[in-house]
C-alpha cells in the first residue's frame, strides 16, 4: 500500500488515501497537544509507540468481537485502516475521577465512581470539544438514535474488555476518549487508543503512564509510553 493523497492532518495524525478507495494510511505524528491545543509540544517517538500500542489494543478488541477500523500495522508509524465516515463526537468513559471530570464537580482526583460514567464532546477545536447530550445529537443530526445507542453500547463493552486487558498488565484504566466511524451501515470504532487517549495508573504506584505527564510537566513522559507498550506488547 502507498500513501497517495493526505485527506486529513489533526494534532496527532494524519490520513491518506491508499489506491484501495475503502482504505485509508493512519500515520502517527510525535506532535503532543493540551488543553484544546493550547499548550504544544513533541514527545520522542511517541507516533512509533501509539501506533503499536493501538495496534495490540485494536486486535485485543477484534479478538473479543469488537469491530474497529483497524485492519493491520504497515510499519512503525502507520497502519492500515477502513475509511469511515466519523460521527463527529468524542465519547469519554470514566472509571473513576480525574481531569476535567475533577473541575466540573470540584471532585479529587482518583475518586471511584459507584458506575462507569459516559460523557459525549462535540469535535469541534474551535469551540474547544463542548460537552453535549443526546438531544443535542439527534437536534443536530450528528448521530440517529439507533447510532446513538449502537455506540453507548459499544463504549460500555469496550470499557469492560479493556479494563481487564489493563488489570493484567497491572495497570487501571481510569478513562479513555472514543471515536466511532460509518462504515456501510454499521458503526465501528475508529481513531484511536492509546496513552494519548486514556488514563492510565500503574496498579500498586499510582504512577501515572499517559498523556497528564505532559499535561501537567511531571517529566518522564517518553518513559511512561514506552512502559505501556512494553506491557502491551508481553
Ligand atoms: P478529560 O478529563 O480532559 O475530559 O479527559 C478524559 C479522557 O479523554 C482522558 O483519558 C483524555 C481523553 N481525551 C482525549 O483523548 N482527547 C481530548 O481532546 C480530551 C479533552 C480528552
Given at each position: 500500500m502507498t500513501k497517495l493523497e493526505k485527506i486529513y492532518e489533526g494534532k496527532a495524525k494524519i490520513l491518506y488515501t491508499t489506491e484501495d478507495p475503502d482504505l485509508l494510511i493512519q500515520y502517527f505524528?510525535?506532535?503532543?497537544?493540551?488543553f484544546n491545543a493550547q499548550k504544544k509540544g513533541t514527545i520522542a517517538e511517541k507516533g512509533i509507540m501509539n501506533n503499536h500500542i493501538a495496534a495490540k489494543i485494536?486486535?485485543?478488541?477484534?479478538?473479543e468481537g469488537i469491530e474497529s477500523h483497524f485492519v493491520e500495522l504497515l510499519n512503525d508509524r502507520e497502519m492500515l485502516v477502513k475509511r469511515v465516515q466519523i460521527v463527529p463526537l468524542e465519547i469519554i468513559i470514566r472509571n473513576r475521577a480525574a481531569g476535567s471530570l475533577?473541575?466540573?464537580?470540584?471532585l479529587t482526583e482518583g475518586m471511584t465512581l459507584a458506575s462507569p460514567t459516559l460523557e459525549f464532546c462535540y469535535k469541534d477545536d474551535a469551540l474547544g470539544d463542548p460537552q453535549v447530550n443526546e438531544y443535542h445529537i439527534r437536534a443536530l443530526k450528528w448521530a440517529s438514535d439507533d447510532e446513538i445507542r449502537s455506540i453507548t453500547t459499544e463504549a460500555f463493552r469496550i470499557?469492560?474488555?479493556?479494563?481487564?486487558?489493563?488489570?493484567?498488565?497491572?495497570?487501571?484504566?481510569?478513562?479513555?476518549?472514543?471515536?466511532?466511524?460509518?462504515?456501510?451501515?454499521r458503526i465501528i470504532l475508529a481513531d484511536e487508543i492509546s496513552p494519548d487517549t486514556c488514563r492510565l495508573w500503574e496498579i500498586g504506584t499510582g504512577n501515572k503512564l499517559d498523556k497528564d505527564r505532559f499535561r501537567r510537566d511531571l517529566g518522564h513522559v517518553e518513559q511512561a509510553y514506552q512502559e505501556v507498550l512494553r506491557r502491551v506488547s508481553q
Open positions: 505524528k510525535d506532535d503532543a497537544t493540551a485494536f486486535k485485543h478488541l477484534a479478538a475533577c473541575r466540573l464537580l470540584g470499557n469492560e474488555v479493556l479494563k481487564k486487558f489493563f488489570l493484567n498488565l497491572k495497570i487501571e484504566l481510569i478513562d479513555f476518549k472514543l471515536e466511532f466511524g460509518r462504515v456501510q451501515n
